[in-house]
């Protein structure tokens, strides 16, 4: 069974940061892509990040850009998503995802609010 857990959210003041992670089971890690998500409250999901299976090559919304950053440790089975310079409309559930194959896994997400 695949499965994606997401920890290390958290509330942080503005300017703050958290780090973000995701450990994952029953599939091969290190063959997939793997990306963040994230939902705030009453809004859509928001792509935030990807990273491709090796690790080499990461992408980021422009709306993180520079202040988040995507990695992965295919040993461990983990991806993390470094936070940085967090905003107030940073505020929402962080979701890892990944496509394996046909089918579309993703986590409970973990919340990171941000306020003062």
């Known amino acids: 069974e695949v499965q994606l857990v997401e920890s290390g959210g958290g509330l942080v003041q503005p300017g703050g940061s958290l780090r973000l992670s995701c450990a994952t089971s029953?599939?091969?890690?290190?063959?997939?892509?793997m990306t963040w998500l994230r939902q705030a409250p009453g809004k859509g999901s928001e792509w935030v990040s990807t990273v491709n299976s090796a690790g080499g090559t990461t992408y980021h919304a422009d709306s993180v850009k520079g202040r988040f950053t995507i990695s992965r440790d295919n040993d461990k089975n983990t991806l993390y998503l470094q936070m940085s310079s967090l905003r107030p409309e940073d505020t929402a559930r962080y979701y890892c995802?990944?496509?394996?194959?046909?089918?579309?896994?993703r986590g409970q997400g973990t919340q990171v609010t941000v306020s003062s």
């Open positions: 029953g599939y091969t890690f290190g063959n997939y892509d």
């Open positions: 995802a990944a496509e394996i194959g046909s089918d579309y896994a």
